[in-house]
């Protein structure tokens, strides 16, 4: 299943999709041949894996740029595979589920998922979502390379840009990468308004308006762990975070 064209370092020798590798874990074969194709036209390495032991065994094995994560599987579900594979190595997974449901969003995004869409859903948005990830990762480790002077204090929340550490009365929070970076976004100008689509350009660099449901749920998993009476919600606009007053 794997294309063999750049050496296991990821060394170029074609596109730059060529240089990431991408695991699809999906228990449906019409689903995973039509991603995986998908992906391989975009230029991405692919493997495959259809249950939750044998994703956890090939993701250590071979170690993914990203994970595209179906929550349901044989063996044990999407979110026991995100759990384990995000205690091996920091992976970018973007989730899969066959129901709308918030919830599903919201645990998903708790163990450590970026993103998350569902189905039925577009191999455009799919390929898009992908890129937008990788890029993000690619952000973080050249933001980590250049540190920021001094660490942001919003009250009792702290935010540490070169470490990308949060602490909330003094208590390190962990937050996925999104999160952080969501977080960052509204604070660069705390109390101001933004938009959902703001958002979701700056974060996700996702123009589309449909993805403003991510926002929400990211938003909602963001309040669960800084508090949600930092987070002011605008109904039919967006979001601010809120500051002590001087």
């Known amino acids: 299943m794997e294309q063999t064209h750049t050496s296991h370092n990821g060394t ?21 041949e039509a991603i995986a194709a998908r992906l391989r036209a975009e230029g991405f390495l ?9 994703a956890v065994d090939t993701a250590e094995a071979w170690q993914p740029d990203l994970l595209i994560l179906d929550i349901m599987l044989p063996g044990f579900d999407g ?24 919830t599903d969003m919201l645990v998903g995004l708790g163990v450590g998922a970026d993103d998350y869409m569902t189905k039925p859903f577009s191999m455009r948005e799919l390929a898009a979502r992908v ?29 540490d840009h070169a470490q990308r550490r949060v602490r909330v009365r003094s208590e390190d929070v962990h937050l996925t990468p999104t999160e952080f970076d969501l977080l960052v976004c509204l604070a660069n100008t705390p109390r101001a308004v ?10 996700w660099d ?18 669960r762990k800084i508090g949600a009476e930092r987070i002011r919600t605008v109904h039919g606009v967006g979001y601010a975070l809120e500051t002590p007053t001087p």
Not at 14 to 23: D, E, I, K, N, Y
Not at 79 to 101: G, I, S
Not at 194 to 203: F, G, K, M
Not at 206 to 223: N, Q
């Open 12 to 32: 170029a020798t074609a596109t730059q999709g060529a240089q990431r590798r991408v695991l699809v874990v999906e228990d449906d074969a019409t689903i995973v």
């Open 46 to 54: 692919v493997q495959t894996a259809g249950d939750g032991p044998a």
């Open 79 to 102: 979110l026991e595979v995100c759990r384990r594979v995000q205690a091996q190595r920091p992976v970018p997974v973007l989730m899969l589920t066959a129901r709308d449901d918030e």
């Open 131 to 159: 890129h937008v990830l990788l890029r993000r990762v690619e952000r973080a480790v050249v933001a980590a390379s250049t540190p920021r002077s001094g660490i942001l204090r919003l009250g009792e929340l702290e935010i």
């Open 194 to 203: 933004l938009s959902r689509e703001q958002l979701l350009a700056e974060v």
């Open 206 to 223: 996702w123009a589309d308006a449909s993805g403003t449901r991510t926002v929400d749920s990211h938003i909602k998993a963001l309040r």
